[in-house]
């Protein structure tokens, strides 16, 4: 198993305003720590209390000499705005901010009053002063028990940002002809830290040429067959498949240089076919199960969604199409009166075949049904083979899109659904999808936000995570499935 996301060493700095007894800082860490280790894991407890600007340098070598790459700021009391801040600003990685509630305190709050309430409110606008970026949690005030369970959720919101920083995206272009949606300017994704290498195809033919002959190729065939099982239906494709996922491997290991994570946004067609011999569906798939997504049709901006979803869940993603809208004769047999969704609320997200296979009912090596139509009609399908293909398995998703405007601004979306459980009838990697009130989403944030056609699937409900990583890179324009009531800014009160 490829491990192309991060770990995350998490430490906890409690910070204490000098007027405000110290102690008090310390003993909510501690509970805090404790609380945390009992139902999550472990956690570097920084024995530095921080109440001034030297305890702050301090607290941060002893985080860097632990290896710790994202950090809790806990306020026991009221908090020293100034030290506290400088500790996020200087801290190497993503930093959290949360605050200790008033405990019982019998008949007199007094001595064990500590006013975090109050110098959240104070980190916050210092936070801003210094243009400091910082996890805040919905409600960031809270018990110790409480405040461990706001650390846990910010794990996989700093893993996504630890990973982004080290992220190289790869791709094989340009798009093809009539696919520019899924071109837009790329200065925001240097902006996030993230890299990028932009090659030509003939770049990747030439590679792939290299590796003919390669010995690696019968063992990553075998493996191929062993994946697709009784699926395997063409097997006589799965030579070249290999020879072209070693490929991508090798690229990926010798073109990484500096960043520790890659992944990949590569055009499939039309040329592809014809040169290489296949199409790529399959290899695609593979490596997404691996950590690593290859965006179809050289979607770069779809790749660091993929890969958004993939820290964040720790599980593998795809990338479809919203594609088409659900045919009545379906919706009336099998989801009207069985699930509580408008025949508007559903449509189906399809892509060739480059959903992985652990993600499918049943998944089957096919063809490209719709290549084969303008490359090879009349004839056995040879040069469009590749696709793994198969219904979407029903249950939980996150649909979502990171996304640069033509004018180089930054916005995304983020809705949960689900899939049903219901066939599709058609071909490709396919699902019927479900998603409250999406005929309005589909117009007032899709359509109204210039929205490509791609969008990035994790399977569960992660759009908690995935919204606070938005915020925490900066984006102001989030769109999301806003509930019957309220109105999105361009929608017609009157319809």
Same mark, same amino acid.
């Given at each position: 198993?490829?491990?192309?996301?991060?770990?995350?060493?998490?430490?906890?700095?409690?910070?204490?305003?000098?007027?405000?007894?110290?102690?008090?800082?310390?003993?909510?860490? &501690?509970?805090?720590?404790?609380?945390?280790?009992?139902? @999550?894991?472990?956690?570097?407890?920084?024995?530095?209390?921080?109440?001034?600007?030297?305890?702050?340098?301090?607290?941060?070598?002893?985080?860097?000499?632990?290896?710790?790459?994202?950090?809790?700021?806990?306020?026991?009391?009221?908090?020293?705005? /100034?030290?506290?801040?400088?500790?996020?600003?200087?801290?190497?990685?993503?930093? #959290?901010?949360?605050?200790?509630?008033?405990?019982?305190?019998?008949?007199?709050?007094?001595?064990?009053?500590?006013?975090?309430?109050?110098?959240?409110?104070?980190?916050?606008?210092?936070?801003?002063?210094?243009?400091?970026?910082?996890?805040?949690?919905?409600?960031?005030?809270? /018990?110790?028990?409480?405040?461990?369970?706001?650390?846990?959720?910010?794990?996989?919101?700093?893993?996504?940002?630890?990973?982004?920083?080290?992220?190289?995206? &790869?791709?094989?272009?340009?798009?093809?002809?009539?696919?520019?949606?899924?071109?837009?300017?790329?200065?925001?994704?240097?902006?996030? !830290?993230?890299?990028?290498?932009?090659?030509?195809?003939?770049?990747?033919?030439?590679?792939?040429?290299?590796?003919?002959?390669?010995?690696?190729?019968?063992?990553?065939?075998?493996?191929?067959?062993?994946?697709?099982?009784?699926?395997?239906? #063409?097997?006589?494709?799965?030579?070249?498949?290999?020879?072209?996922?070693?490929?991508?491997?090798?690229?990926?290991?010798?073109?990484?240089?500096?960043?520790?994570?890659?992944?990949?946004?590569?055009?499939?067609?039309?040329?592809?076919?014809?040169?290489? !011999?296949?199409?790529?569906?399959?290899?695609?798939?593979?490596?997404?199960?691996?950590?690593?997504?290859?965006?179809?049709?050289?979607?770069?901006?779809?790749?660091?969604?993929?890969? &958004?979803?993939?820290?964040?869940?720790?599980?593998?993603?795809?990338?479809?199409?919203?594609?088409?809208?659900?045919?009545?004769?379906? @919706?009336?047999?099998?989801?009207?009166?069985?699930?509580?969704?408008?025949?508007?609320?559903?449509? #189906?997200?399809?892509?060739?075949?480059?959903?992985?296979?652990?993600?499918?009912?049943?998944?089957?090596?096919? @063809?490209?049904?719709?290549?084969?139509?303008?490359?090879?009609?009349?004839?056995?399908?040879?040069?469009?083979?590749?696709?793994?293909?198969?219904?979407?398995?029903?249950?939980?998703? /996150?649909?979502?899109?990171?996304?640069?405007?033509?004018?180089?601004?930054?916005?995304?979306?983020?809705?949960?659904?689900?899939?049903?459980?219901?066939?599709?009838?058609?071909?490709?990697?396919?699902?019927?999808?479900?998603?409250?009130?999406?005929?309005?989403?589909?117009?007032?944030?899709?359509?109204?936000?210039?929205?490509?056609?791609?969008?990035?699937?994790?399977?569960?409900?992660?759009?908690?995570? &995935?919204?606070?990583?938005?915020?925490?890179?900066?984006?102001?324009?989030?769109?999301?499935?806003?509930?019957?009531? #309220?109105? @999105?800014?361009?929608?017609?009160?009157?319809?």
């Amino acid at each position: 198993m490829f491990k192309n996301t991060p770990g995350v060493k998490l430490g906890i700095v409690a910070v204490s305003r000098d007027c405000f007894p110290k102690t008090l800082s310390e003993s909510r860490r &501690i509970a805090v720590c404790n609380a945390f280790r009992g139902k @999550y894991g472990e956690i570097f407890e920084c024995p530095v209390v921080v109440e001034n600007e030297k305890d702050m340098r301090s607290a941060l070598d002893l985080l860097k000499k632990e290896g710790c790459n994202a950090l809790v700021v806990y306020l026991g009391n009221f908090g020293p705005e /100034t030290s506290e801040t400088l500790l996020a600003k200087y801290f190497h990685g993503p930093v #959290m901010f949360a605050a200790a509630a008033e405990e019982d305190c019998g008949s007199c709050l007094c001595d064990s009053r500590g006013d975090a309430y109050c110098g959240m409110l104070n980190a916050s606008y210092n936070l801003s002063l210094r243009g400091v970026k910082a996890y805040i949690p919905e409600y960031p005030v809270g /018990t110790a028990d409480e405040v461990a369970d706001m650390i846990a959720e910010f794990i996989p919101v700093a893993r996504t940002i630890i990973g982004l920083k080290s992220l190289k995206v &790869i791709s094989f272009g340009p798009r093809p002809q009539d696919f520019l949606a899924c071109n837009a300017p790329i200065k925001q994704l240097y902006n996030l !830290g993230i890299e990028i290498e932009e090659n030509s195809e003939l770049d990747l033919f030439a590679a792939f040429n290299a590796h003919a002959n390669d010995p690696r190729i019968a063992e990553v065939a075998e493996d191929m067959s062993k994946e697709l099982g009784d699926g395997n239906k #063409m097997p006589g494709i799965l030579p070249k498949l290999a020879q072209y996922e070693i490929t991508l491997l090798d690229w990926l290991e010798e073109h990484k240089g500096s960043r520790k994570y890659v992944v990949f946004a590569n055009k499939c067609w039309p040329a592809f076919q014809t040169q290489f !011999g296949f199409v790529p569906c399959f290899v695609n798939s593979r490596l997404a199960a691996r950590g690593i997504p290859v965006a179809c049709e050289v979607d770069i901006y779809g790749a660091v969604s993929e890969y &958004i979803g993939a820290c964040v869940s720790e599980d593998a993603v795809t990338l479809l199409d919203i594609n088409n809208s659900v045919p009545a004769n379906i @919706y009336n047999e099998d989801i009207k009166g069985k699930f509580d969704y408008t025949a508007k609320d559903v449509f #189906m997200g399809f892509h060739c075949g480059n959903t992985p296979s652990c993600k499918l009912v049943k998944s089957e090596m096919k @063809y490209q049904l719709i290549m084969h139509r303008g490359l090879e009609p009349d004839k056995e399908p040879d040069i469009t083979r590749g696709t793994l293909e198969g219904d979407i398995a029903a249950g939980d998703i /996150t649909f979502f899109r990171l996304q640069s405007t033509a004018e180089a601004g930054l916005r995304g979306y983020v809705a949960e659904g689900e899939v049903l459980p219901v066939a599709t009838r058609s071909f490709g990697s396919i699902g019927v999808f479900a998603i409250p009130e999406m005929g309005r989403f589909y117009r007032h944030v899709l359509i109204e936000g210039r929205y490509p056609h791609h969008g990035a699937v994790a399977f569960g409900h992660y759009g908690k995570a &995935i919204h606070s990583v938005f915020r925490y890179l900066g984006l102001e324009d989030i769109g999301f499935n806003q509930p019957k009531g #309220m109105l @999105y800014k361009t929608e017609n009160p009157f319809a």
